[in-house]
């Protein structure tokens, strides 16, 4: 018995997503399809990470049909020769499709020495961004991918000249220069392209350039503390805009009040708890979980099994995007699986959605 309203739209979410739960593979008298997936599960580097994608993964099927998939997890370390050590094996116990490897290298290795006999998620991009061979397909946390749906959205806000921030990390460097080569594909003019210092004189030559009219965006390719620091050194007529690594920790409206006004792109899964996926895989609670690279991680995992299940399932997932936790999610014509953040806004402290907004 269904006993309250959460509970009723929870249960009607999860008739949406998979319809009934009677007449699965195993009561129909067939054997589940057997999935593998492999993970860095014995990495002391990346053990952590791969244990949040599988506890995602294993929450997901849960939540499925029973008897929906006979699952096997392949533990690997970083080591790209253990990787392919352990694809091999996998194949050979005849899945019908493989989930992995779940770090860069691992992925190229595999692209680059295996000529698999069934379908393959990887879940990252080869390094180079090389093309995907025959048979794989690509579901990642691409921060790249992200800057550039933030370059389309300022564009869209009418913005047409844009100032750009980074940290000195390589990943926030490509992240700025990937805002920056979309913003001028579409017709925008990147003013200038900033590094992070915190000395007196930086800042004040940041607030300088943010705010005499120069531009009228500021794009922060920086951690949500440092953009905190910055935030006052850059609050003009500008609109100022972020990737979700500007969401970071539990809820604070204390001291997310500094960050107001700042429009970035998330994940459904913090940001919009009334999403029918979010209300269907969250774990008990109405409160947005802490944004951290494991939530992120495990949000990562709940969908890595509904696309497995959607490419067994021959769903048409480029004419049908799935709708997950972690982005509406197309496939493109080379194969990767392309996400679409939900576009949000600091409010008074608080991440809302912009369609949310009071």
């Known amino acids: 018995m269904i ?79 253990s990787i392919v050590t352990g694809f091999h094996q996998a194949m050979l116990e005849a899945p019908r499709l493989l989930v992995g490897p779940l770090t860069r290298n691992g992925v190229t290795a595999v692209i680059q020495r295996v000529q698999p006999t069934i379908p393959v998620l990887v879940l990252n991009v080869p390094q180079g961004n090389a093309p995907l061979p025959e048979r ?27 100032l750009t921030l980074a940290d000195p990390q390589a990943l926030a460097q490509r992240v700025q220069r990937a805002f920056v080569e979309e913003f001028a594909r579409l017709g925008g003019r990147v003013v200038a392209e900033f590094a992070y210092r915190d000395t007196v004189a930086d800042l004040l030559a940041l607030r ?12 922060l390719a920086l951690s949500a503390a440092h953009a905190r620091l910055v935030r006052g050194y850059v609050d003009g007529p500008a609109q100022t805009y972020a990737t979700s690594r500007i969401l970071q920790g539990e809820p604070d409206r204390l001291r997310d009040a500094e960050l107001n006004g700042v429009r970035f792109v998330a994940m459904p899964w913090f940001v919009q708890p009334d999403h029918p996926a979010v209300m269907l895989y969250a774990r008990g609670s109405s409160r947005p979980p802490a944004a951290t690279d494991m939530e992120k991680l495990y949000a990562f995992g709940i969908d890595a099994y509904r696309l497995a299940s959607a490419l067994l399932n021959g769903s048409d997932l480029a004419r049908e995007p799935l709708d997950g936790v972690t982005g509406r999610i197309g496939l493109a014509a080379d194969r990767h699986f392309v996400r679409s953040l939900t576009a949000a806004q600091f409010v008074d402290g608080r991440a809302l959605a912009l369609a949310s907004r009071p």
């Open 136 to 162: 794989f397909f690509a579901f990642s946390l691409n921060a790249e991918a992200e800057a550039r749906q933030v370059a389309q959205m300022a564009f869209a806000d009418g913005r047409r000249s844009a």
């Open 3 to 81: 006993r309250s309203r959460r509970e009723f739209v929870v249960a009607a979410c999860g008739l949406l997503l998979y319809g009934s739960r009677s007449g699965s593979a195993s009561e129909a008298g067939a054997a589940p399809a057997r999935l593998g997936v492999l993970l860095p599960l014995s990495s002391p580097v990346f053990g952590k990470a791969a244990d949040a994608v599988k506890r995602g993964f294993d929450h997901a099927a849960r939540m499925a049909p029973a008897g929906a998939f006979d699952i096997t997890f392949y533990a690997t370390s970083e080591d790209p020769q």
């Open 208 to 219: 300088e350039a943010a705010t005499g009219g120069q531009c009228d965006a500021v794009f």
